[in-house]
């Protein structure tokens, strides 16, 4: 269920440096939610860099192809019932690989973690709370 996706100004950044930070940002997101599982359960997964054109991205009322800082964003889900200190870990851990990966100035990066209920998540068809049921007992524990 884990799933991240970037939004970027597009050429802005070296497609090496998005590459670095997905498999970066699916490393962490695996571990941070995940820290006791070995081996963490990677195939679950998904980052995504989504390339927003530099005359279609305002920073402050302001085009960054006019000039404006291409000040990236990121969204996450996680499913209901994690504790906020890991989801606020989350946002924060997401922060650091922008700025590590991309150089950014680190105040102008935006994020959000967003809880969703298990049982409008689905994996395979089939809602996140019967698919992960033994997890999420395991957790609410």
């Not at 799933?3 to 950044?13: M, R, S, T």
């Not at 670095?20 to 939610?33: G, I, K, M, P």
């Not at 994020?111 to 007992?137: F, N």
Request: net charge negative.
């Amino acid at each position: 269920m884990p799933i991240v996706q970037f939004h970027l100004v597009a050429d802005q950044y070296p497609e090496e440096a998005v590459a670095a930070l997905l498999e970066a940002a699916s490393l962490f997101y695996v571990q941070a939610l995940y820290p006791t599982v070995s081996p963490p359960p990677l195939e679950r997964v998904r980052a995504f860099a989504t390339s927003v054109p530099a005359h279609r991205w305002a920073t402050g009322g302001r085009l960054v192809s006019d000039g404006a800082a291409p000040a990236p964003w990121f969204a996450c889900i996680a499913l209901e019932g994690r504790p906020t200190e890991q989801l606020q870990a989350l946002a924060a851990g997401f922060t650091d690989l922008v700025e590590r990966h991309l150089g950014c100035d680190r105040s102008l990066i935006r994020g959000t973690v967003m809880p969703v209920a298990p049982a409008l998540w689905s994996i395979g068809g089939v809602p996140a709370s019967e698919a992960r049921a033994s997890e999420a007992s395991l957790r609410a524990g």
